[in-house]
């Protein structure tokens, strides 16, 4: 019913910048909060960024100030920014959202993406 595709992971060498892109499609009433959450080996999946419907952001302490996130909520697109990477930044990306579907209005549930590799190394 509901599909979050990943994009925009790579390879980049420390001090660098990538841009991650997440779009949801489907059967989507509203998208509530979109964010971002990433996992390294051996490591739980740790939150990245959120961002509100009304536009209000929150980052992990370790990301504030080099990440910024965005969203275009008419094509229910999520951004994420990440610039002066660092190696320890080197996780699989995933995309969030926590929305409600044409079908059940009153009920929110939440849908992840596959995720998207991202490699920060010299």
């Known amino acids: 019913q509901v599909q979050l595709v990943e994009s925009g992971g790579g390879l980049v060498q420390p001090g660098g910048s990538l841009r991650l892109s997440c779009a949801a499609s489907?059967?989507?009433?509203?998208?509530?909060?979109m964010g971002w959450y990433r996992q390294a080996p051996g490591k739980q999946r740790e939150l990245v960024a959120t961002i509100t419907n009304g536009n209000s952001t929150n980052f992990a302490d370790s990301v504030k100030g080099r990440f910024t996130i965005s969203r275009d909520s008419a094509k229910n697109m999520v951004y994420l920014q990440m610039n002066s990477l660092k190696p320890e930044d080197t996780a699989v990306y995933y995309c969030?959202?926590?929305?409600?579907?044409?079908?059940?209005?009153?009920?929110?549930?939440?849908?992840w993406g596959q995720g998207t590799q991202v490699t920060v190394s010299s």
């Open positions: 489907g059967n989507i009433f509203s998208i509530y909060v």
């Open positions: 969030n959202a926590d929305l409600a579907l044409l079908t059940r209005i009153s009920a929110r549930r939440i849908y």
